[in-house]
């Protein structure tokens, strides 16, 4: 892997980089970035969680001089989580270049962004809905703009967002730069493509197997009347330093944060119905680790970035394959290993299929745990944080004496049994009744078009420069920097972190040993968009999930 030095960027923009602790470019980036600095259009594919916002992001700040008072570069995103998330990591990309981003989405006051836009920012991130709100009002103008990022460009389009995101890149001249980014490429993307990209570099770094490589799959098959007691129970076995359950609808969220709350577990809901301010109060909680589960629609599948995610938990099965991709690449990012469980009721085993012949990657079945792996799960953390206590040894001097006499007197496994038993509380085994979701059946993908490169056969753009690029990265940025106390330990229980990639991206389509059926990933469907009508009911929300 190349160094960043080896761009010939510029030194501002270099300590920058450094400062985020980034040693190696990854695969998207070493392919992207010199491409992107040449000032081409572009439609950029790697897998979830490596790198792909600095991919996008170094040669876009790049271009831009501190001294331009209007707004030179646009990012577009489905969501404004991750509209706050980009500008973010943007605002940190360009810090010593001291150039001026702002991060623009529904939900906020505008006259705040208003008067942000005052400080003639060069960058604005954004979520359509939004932006072409302030375009309206004249308080966006787009006729400097000479770079454009659509994020999750394929979700924007399956969202719903076309026209809006066709009237916004209309407004912007034609000489410029336009990139799309994503970890998936359904073909609709090509529309978007052909109109408004000039002769796009097709650049990829997906290997056979679209997922992330260090994702551990499995599914657990249990009818619909019993998931909420195998989510406890796995939750309790498995114990995730940070965790992420996704459920079909806002109601399904609501309703399973409730459950999990009032038996015992610290967790929250994210979705489309909470106010922009409830909605940054729980990102800020799961940020920091004072939750431990974070409860989510698809609002939180595409591009979120939480170090510490050590669990992804389908609660319900995704309605396509390409969430289930983002999904489950909310783990396993930038080196470090995840774990993704899915729930499948009797008759979604066909959808499951769907998604391993799509992902071309088989996805384990195991039984739901038992009663005594929750227990044993939940005593191994007990353990881990009496251990962690006992070896940092912190003020316990003062029970000492206590525990001389106790010993003195009784036997000493009986003690620290019932210590144990204090230290885990009790099992809250608080009823918890959910209102039943329809199954999600699969649907017929007709058509031919395969969900890594977008590409109909015969058809697609030009200068594929793809080629599943071994070799990794390493710098690990945020090792355990998470949390105090205890919790530093769980590491060990969940999944290890590791220094970098190394696995993997050689494109190694037999790991896991899944031979059946290759076929059909590749015959499989010109995706019409999916009849996903959003609403509170119990059908999947979408478009009003996320923006407005
Ligand atoms: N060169 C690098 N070295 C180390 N860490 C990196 C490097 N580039 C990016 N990262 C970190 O990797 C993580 C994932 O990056 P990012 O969010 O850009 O992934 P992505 O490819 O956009 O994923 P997704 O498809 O889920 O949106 C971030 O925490 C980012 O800071
Ligand atoms: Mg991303």
Do not use: C
């Not at 920058?16 to 491409?35: D, K, M, N, R, V």
């Amino acid at each position: 892997m190349k160094t960043f030095a080896e761009f010939g960027l510029e030194p501002k923009v270099l300590q920058a980089i450094t400062e985020l602790g980034f040693e190696e470019s990854t695969p998207i980036q070493e392919q992207a970035i010199p491409i992107a600095l040449t000032g081409a259009d572009m439609i950029g594919q790697a897998q979830t969680g490596t790198g792909k916002t600095a991919a996008f992001g170094i040669p876009l700040i790049s271009k831009i001089s501190r001294e331009d008072e209007k707004i030179t570069a646009l990012v577009m995103t489905p969501t404004r989580e991750l509209a706050i998330q980009v500008a973010e990591e943007i605002g940190k990309l360009s810090r010593f270049k001291g150039l001026r981003s702002l991060a623009i989405y529904g939900g906020q006051d505008i006259g705040r962004q208003i008067r942000g836009l005052k400080k003639k920012p060069q960058i604005i991130i954004g979520t359509p809905g939004r932006l072409l709100d302030h375009i309206n009002r004249k308080t966006i103008r787009l006729d400097d703009v000479q770079t454009i990022v659509l994020d999750e460009a394929d979700e924007m389009l399956d969202m719903g967002f076309m026209e809006d995101i066709q009237s916004i890149l209309k407004l912007v001249p034609e000489e410029r730069q336009t990139m799309l980014f994503s970890a998936t490429m359904p073909p609709n993307i090509q529309r978007l493509a052909q109109q408004f990209l000039k002769n796009p570099q097709h650049v990829s770094v997906i290997p056979k197997q679209i997922s992330a490589p260090l994702i551990d799959q499995a599914y657990i098959e249990v009818p619909e009347r019993q998931k909420f007691e195998a989510l406890s129970r796995l939750i309790d076995m498995e114990s995730p330093e940070l965790a992420i359950v996704f459920g079909r609808t806002k109601r399904r969220v609501d309703e399973l944060a409730e459950g999990l709350q009032k038996r015992g577990y610290s967790a929250d809901g994210l979705h489309g119905d909470l106010s922009q301010n409830q909605r940054d109060a729980v990102m800020r909680k799961f940020r920091d680790g004072s939750i431990d589960v974070l409860v989510a629609t698809d609002v939180a599948a595409r591009g979120l970035d939480v170090s510490g995610v050590t669990h992804v938990i389908n609660f319900d099965l995704p309605q396509d394959p390409e969430s289930y991709v983002h999904r489950i690449g909310r783990t396993g990012r930038a080196g470090k290993e995840g774990t993704a469980w899915s729930f499948v009721t009797p008759r979604e085993i066909d959808h499951l299929h769907l998604i391993e012949r799509v992902t071309r990657h088989r996805i384990t079945r195991k039984p739901l745990p038992t009663m005594a792996e929750a227990i044993e799960g939940k005593q191994r953390i007990t353990a881990e944080r009496l251990l962690a206590m006992v070896e940092t040894g912190d003020q316990l001097n003062e029970y000492k004496g206590i525990a001389i006499q106790l010993l003195e007197q009784y036997d000493s496994v009986q003690l620290l049994s019932a210590a144990m038993k204090l230290l885990t509380g009790e099992s809250k085994d608080a009823q918890v009744e959910l209102t039943p979701e329809d199954p999600i059946r699969a649907k017929r993908r007709g058509g031919k078009y395969d969900i890594r490169s977008g590409r109909k056969p015969n058809g697609g753009y030009g200068g594929n420069r793809s080629g599943g690029s071994g070799g990794g990265y390493r710098g690990n940025r945020e090792g355990g920097s998470y949390g105090g106390g205890y919790k530093g330990n769980r590491d060990n229980a969940g999944a290890t972190t590791r220094g970098g990639y190394s696995s993997g991206y050689g494109g190694n389509s037999s790991s896991g040993g899944y031979k059946g059926n290759r076929d059909d990933a590749g015959r499989s469907s010109e995706r019409k968009p999916y009849n996903r009508p959003s609403g509170t009911g119990t059908r999947p929300a979408k478009r009003e999930d996320f923006d407005n």
